[in-house]
């Protein structure tokens, strides 16, 4: 839970007052989230219930309308989406949260900066975004990103390590940090993967580069080049580096005393997947002129023969480790992580982005995150508000100690 200072410290007048600011926002601000996909019912249905102003917009009007069939409420309502018309909706102060694809983030962040609306989505934050910082600031707005799993949860996990080996560690700190993350069918099919959307991503992202640091260096790798077997909790898996992991060392506030060994965030799949894949690997490793085609082909038969079944169970995995030695000597090891499954439209993917994105605007309508372009939140107790919120949708998570 948050923490606030006891009781006896707050005259009534002040308390009574406390609760009239969250009564007020909870019924002036208006919260307009757009895009009803697998990763948006949970987080939807749980401010549903939870607000008095609330509006679900998707292209699809019937699925908006069944994200919030559990409620019948006169300004809790479903429309289809039209942005010119969700924005001719807003009020300074409204509250915008965009799950659509992330190449649209832009386009909603600045006519949310224009109709002086906040912002949020769970997707990596856009430099464009981040440009918009200091107009975000000067409007006294929120615009925040990466406050879903991973990113996400991932943030949370390795804020709360960092803070603990930050009241150990000396100038000859040297640290090894590890973070994965992975989303795959809770009873393995023979490919070890499943889609819930189009692969072509998928298999995209693998030929992309990766940035991460080994052995005290910066190394660019190809994923699908860079699989390696990975253990937790005495199950092994498989896992490749993903993205540009380096930002993260300030992101996550390392001390710039420390030496980095190792720090990777990457992706974790099925013991068995790189064999699985091959086939894939290969049309990447050998490719045409004409290989944007082949992945679309591709996309279409591995769809149709490994999509999720309808209530079909799946699991996600997230580990983040961090390790501190000096003089050779381990003087820290430490980890957060979680195992959860789900199915239907609880799937464990859904709740872990949505709820989690759902308790961030908890946070905005009680003014608990300051203005400007943000990631997730750091600071211990507003991550405490997050796990409450989490273990209240019975999410497990788990601290081990080496």
């Known amino acids: 839970m948050i923490r606030r200072p006891p009781r006896s410290t707050l005259s009534s007048s002040s308390a009574a007052s406390d609760v009239y600011k969250r009564q007020v926002n909870k019924t002036m601000k208006h919260v307009h989230w757009?895009?009803?996909?697998?990763?948006?019912?949970?987080?939807?249905?749980?401010?549903?219930?939870?607000?008095?102003?609330?509006?679900?917009?998707?292209?699809?009007?019937?699925?908006?309308?069944?994200?919030?069939?559990?409620?019948?409420?006169?300004?809790?309502?479903?429309?289809?989406?039209?942005?010119?018309?969700?924005?001719?909706?807003?009020?300074?102060?409204?509250?915008?949260?965009?799950?659509?694809?992330?190449?649209?983030?832009?386009?909603?962040?600045?006519?949310?900066?224009?109709?002086?609306?906040?912002?949020?989505?769970?997707?990596?934050?856009n430099p464009e975004i981040n440009m918009l910082n200091s107009d975000v600031k000067k409007e006294n707005l929120v615009f925040i990103n990466e406050v879903g799993l991973d990113p996400g949860i991932d943030h949370f996990f390795s804020h709360l390590l960092v803070s603990d080996l930050k009241k150990i560690s000396t100038e000859k700190t040297e640290v090894v940090y590890e973070s994965y993350c992975g989303g795959f069918p809770a009873i393995p099919n023979d490919f070890k993967y499943k889609f819930?959307?189009?692969?072509?991503?998928v298999i995209k992202a693998l030929n992309n580069d990766a940035k991460y640091i080994t052995k005290g260096k910066i190394n660019t790798v190809t994923p699908y080049k860079s699989?390696?077997?990975?253990?937790?909790?005495?199950?092994?898996?498989?896992?490749?580096p993903n993205r540009d992991s380096t930002p993260y060392v300030s992101e996550y506030l390392f001390d710039e005393k420390w030496k980095v060994?190792?720090?990777?965030?990457?992706?974790?799949?099925?013991?068995?997947?790189?064999?699985?894949?091959?086939?894939?690997?290969?049309?990447?490793?050998?490719?045409?002129?004409?290989?944007?085609?082949?992945?679309?082909?591709k996309s279409e038969e591995l769809l149709k023969d490994n999509k999720y079944l309808p209530e079909e169970e799946d699991r996600v995995v997230l580990s983040v480790k961090l390790k501190a030695f000096e003089n050779d000597n381990k003087i820290f090891d430490s980890s957060?992580?979680?195992?959860?499954?789900?199915?239907?439209?609880?799937?464990?993917?859904?709740?872990?982005?949505?709820?989690?994105?759902?308790?961030?605007?908890?946070?905005?309508?009680?003014?608990?995150?300051?203005?400007?372009?943000?990631?997730?939140?750091?600071?211990?107790?507003d991550i405490m508000y997050f796990f409450k919120i989490l273990k209240d949708y019975k999410i497990n998570i788990q601290q081990e100690n080496g």
Request: charged share 25%; hydrophobic share 35%; net charge negative.
């Open 34 to 125: 757009i895009g009803t996909g697998l990763s948006s019912i949970p987080g939807i249905r749980r401010l549903a219930k939870n607000l008095d102003n609330f509006t679900v917009w998707n292209r699809t009007l019937d699925k908006a309308k069944k994200s919030i069939d559990h409620v019948d409420k006169n300004n809790v309502n479903a429309k289809q989406f039209d942005v010119d018309l969700l924005f001719n909706e807003t009020n300074p102060g409204d509250i915008v949260i965009s799950q659509l694809p992330a190449n649209k983030h832009l386009e909603i962040a600045e006519l949310c900066l224009k109709h002086k609306c906040h912002f949020a989505s769970t997707s990596y934050l």
């Open 196 to 201: 819930s959307w189009s692969p072509a991503g």
């Open 261 to 297: 060994k190792e720090f990777v965030r990457g992706t974790l799949r099925l013991d068995g997947w790189k064999e699985a894949w091959q086939d894939i690997f290969s049309m990447l490793e050998n490719r045409s002129d004409n290989i944007e085609a082949e992945i679309n082909k």
């Open 227 to 240: 699989i390696s077997s990975y253990s937790i909790s005495g199950e092994n898996f498989e896992a490749y």
């Open 336 to 381: 957060y992580f979680l195992d959860e499954k789900g199915s239907g439209e609880n799937t464990a993917m859904g709740k872990l982005v949505s709820i989690t994105l759902s308790a961030a605007i908890d946070l905005i309508m009680d003014n608990k995150i300051e203005s400007g372009v943000k990631t997730a939140p750091h600071k211990t107790e």
